[in-house]
């Protein structure tokens, strides 16, 4: 998270929220996620992006980082969905060095 703007944390939840709204100067955000027991977590930025993940039987584990441009900069929620130990973090980011909205290529790079 380092040069990153934390907009929201949320740490040892255990029932799904909405938070919000939120905005970002940038259009863009990070949303770190934990998720620790047996089952999933749902992420959903309605209209910009949406997130099922497993949770981690292993309570050591970080978490991951997603990235998504969101298409209503000036106003956004975030839901979560989990019965299992949850914590998020999100944070405004730069436009990403590449189109995160891109298909990856399924051609090799040629040498």
Known sequence: ?????VIAK???QH???TVGPY???TGFIAVYIRCVGKGKIDIEIPGSAGYALECSPNDSDQG???TSQIQTPKSFTVKV???NLWSIAI???EKPKIDINSTPSTSAPSA
């Open 10 to 12: 949320f740490a040892s």
């Open 91 to 93: 944070t405004e980011i």
């Open 64 to 66: 991951i980082r997603n």
């Open 15 to 17: 029932t799904g929220v």
């Open 81 to 83: 969905q989990s019965t």
């Open 1 to 5: 998270m380092d040069g990153e703007k």
């Open 23 to 25: 905005s970002t100067s």
